[in-house]
Nanobody, 127 residues
Framework: QVQLVESGGGLVQAGGSLRLSCAAS????????MGWFRQAPGKEREFVAV????????YYGDSVKGRFTISRDNAKNTMSLQMNSLKPEDTAVYYC????????????????????WGQGTQVTVSS
């Protein structure tokens, strides 16, 4: 059983930056692909980014490409999401997720490809 805990959310002005972190415990961290999803009120959970177990490959959702960067530190069992040039439409609860799989972006953007989820952290971007 893998436990995931997100941190780093908060309130930021448009154009600003935030860095989210996800701490994992209870499994072999490097054997899991790690992803970020987000969910705004009244909307479906949306894929943000994913990184492979070794950290060598990543995918991004179209809405965050070029602004967000996903990374991981397998020695510390942590994953991060650096978010720059934030927009009001980035406002959402951000969830960390772990997957035993690694495949195409079509596979990895599917929330059902993930086996474990954190509780989420709120990000609010004011205009």
């Amino acid at each position: 059983q893998v436990q995931l805990v997100e941190s780093g959310g908060g309130l930021v002005q448009a154009g600003g930056s935030l860095r989210l972190s996800c701490a994992a415990s209870g499994g072999t961290f490097s054997s899991y692909s790690m992803g970020w999803f987000r969910q705004a009120p009244g909307k479906e959970r949306e894929f943000v980014a994913v990184i492979s177990g070794g950290g060598g490959r990543s995918y991004y959702g179209d809405s965050v490409k070029g602004r967000f960067t996903i990374s991981r530190d397998n020695a510390k069992n942590t994953m991060s999401l650096q978010m720059n040039s934030l927009k009001p439409e980035d406002t959402a609860v951000y969830y960390c997720a772990a997957s035993r799989a690694w495949g195409s972006i079509v596979t990895m953007l599917n929330r059902y490809s993930y086996n474990y989820w954190g509780q989420g952290t709120q990000v609010t971007v004011s205009s």
